[in-house]
């Protein structure tokens, strides 16, 4: 099965996945520090997904595409990701995945009020799950 690298895209974090044959595994969120000369991805954040894609050995990317504005956002950073990478990209519907999460976390018993850190890497691992369904067996 090839490496594929799942992502979260926002604008203050970016959530990362991996998969394990055909199973998702979250694997960590970098920060995304944008500014007015760059209001979609640093340069620092391009530079670690470029590096952990050379890394993992990753063949294509699977980005989670969101609505309305931030839609725009993600189109655009996918662009800018694949000037950098150069690696196929395949946009996938991850409306509410950070909602599932937390739906997820919650039925598992976890106190999202108390939780420490960002979810951002279990969304990237949802939005991966959902491609990976789609792929024949």
């Known amino acids: 099965m ?21 199973l998702s595994e979250p694997l960590f969120v970098i920060d995304n520090q944008v500014n007015d000369d760059n209001p979609i991805v640093c340069d620092k954040a391009l530079a ?3 590096q952990i894609c050379s890394e993992r050995k990753i063949d294509k990317i699977v980005l989670g595409l969101s609505e309305a504005e931030m839609a725009e956002k993600i189109k655009l950073f996918a662009k800018l990701l694949q000037e950098k990478i150069n690696l196929p990209l395949t946009m996938i519907d991850e409306t509410l995945s950070s ?7 919650k039925e598992a018993g976890f106190n999202l009020k108390k939780r420490q850190g960002p979810i951002d890497h279990y969304a990237a691992a949802l939005i991966l799950e959902d491609y990976l369904e789609t792929l024949p067996v």
């Open 99 to 105: 909602h599932e999460v937390g739906r997820r976390m």
């Open 2 to 22: 090839s490496n594929f690298l799942g992502i979260d895209y926002g604008t203050k974090r970016i959530g990362l996945a991996y998969n394990v044959l055909s």
């Open 48 to 50: 670690e997904i470029s």
